[in-house]
């Protein structure tokens, strides 16, 4: 009897660290997930599964600050990124080499960056909750936010858990913005950036509750909207995951971040950042100066 009471003490706490960490993990409802596309895979996913690293882990030469964000600009066939602890706004080749730097002035702490037109980006300010369209040509030497359309919200400020990642919907013309986490919400922001100056400045800012609560991940990094099948990409650094939610916001598919999935050698550090191009390859940063590229393969 004596030994039976100190077991069921241990049995009971173990039970509740377990329900605990399951709860807070979101466990359950990944697995349930998992055990639902196992049984029955969604034919209207984009088949992330099929994904398979075929960059892995390259350094990004000549670069050592924090990478944050990635987006794909269409007209220059090139990536781009901001770093935070010297602002800068960074264009890599689809390899993964930087062809030019543009420092940032005036930003904040800049998180996340988003092509929405030809020569035209929003930039986040995580702290402010300020997103910021800037114009880059050729020769531009350097941007100043001061000079910039801006727009703050401040929705739920929370420190540096703020606006974490942007995705751009080029037919829709809306703007979804990530919170990281606490909570972790994605707002729909309509109006901005400004598209016909000869319209009045209107703003309408939609938060889908229902989709938001579907989110089995612990935190949002980064955003990508596939403008082919209207689905929306959202990254996990915490949870090593990117999840594909459809157009009802419901999660269709998923590809790991873990070493032993996509072909991974190791585990993805600290993922920040994710792109698609036109041809769905999918490109991937992760702090400080890591590059990955994933493309679907062939069954």
């Known amino acids: 009897m004596r030994l039976r009471i100190p077991l069921l003490v241990f049995l009971v706490a173990l039970l509740a660290v377990l329900a605990y960490a399951g709860q807070h993990y979101r466990l359950y409802e990944r697995g349930w997930f998992n055990l639902k596309t196992w049984m029955q895979p969604s034919g209207q996913s984009i088949g992330l599964d099929r994904y398979r690293v075929v960059i892995e882990a390259r350094p990004i030469e000549g670069l050592s600050d924090d990478l944050?964000?990635?987006?794909?600009d269409p007209d220059r066939k090139s990536l781009f990124t901001v770093t935070n602890t010297n602002p800068e706004l960074i264009e890599l080749s689809l390899e993964g080499r930087v062809l030019r730097r543009v420092a940032l002035t005036g930003f904040g702490d800049p998180e996340a960056v988003e092509y929405v037109g030809r020569d035209s980006y929003?930039?986040?300010?995580?702290r402010q909750q300020r997103l910021i369209r800037v114009r880059l040509t050729d020769d531009t030497p350097f941007l100043d936010a001061k000079d910039a359309e801006q727009l703050t919200l401040g929705i739920g400020l929370n420190g540096n858990k703020g606006f974490e990642g942007l995705a751009w919907d080029q037919q829709g013309k809306r703007l979804f913005v990530a919170k990281e986490r606490d909570p972790m919400l994605i707002y729909e922001v309509h109006g901005f950036p400004h598209g016909n100056p000869q319209q009045p400045?209107?703003?309408?800012?939609?938060q889908d509750r229902k989709r938001d609560s579907r989110l089995f991940v612990r935190d949002l990094s980064s955003l990508q909207f596939d403008e082919r099948s209207g689905h929306l990409l959202a990254l996990s650094d915490e949870s090593k995951l990117v999840l594909e939610l459809d157009v009802q916001g419901r999660p269709v598919g998923s590809l790991s971040l873990r070493k032993g999935f996509q072909g991974l050698k190791q585990s993805v550090p600290q993922a920040e950042g994710i792109a698609m191009d036109g041809d769905g390859t999918l490109y991937l940063v992760s702090e400080p100066n890591l590059f990955y590229v994933f493309r679907k393969a062939d069954r």
């Open 68 to 72: 944050s964000a990635l987006t794909y």
């Open 122 to 126: 929003v930039i986040t300010d995580e």
């Open 201 to 206: 400045y209107a703003v309408h800012v939609v």
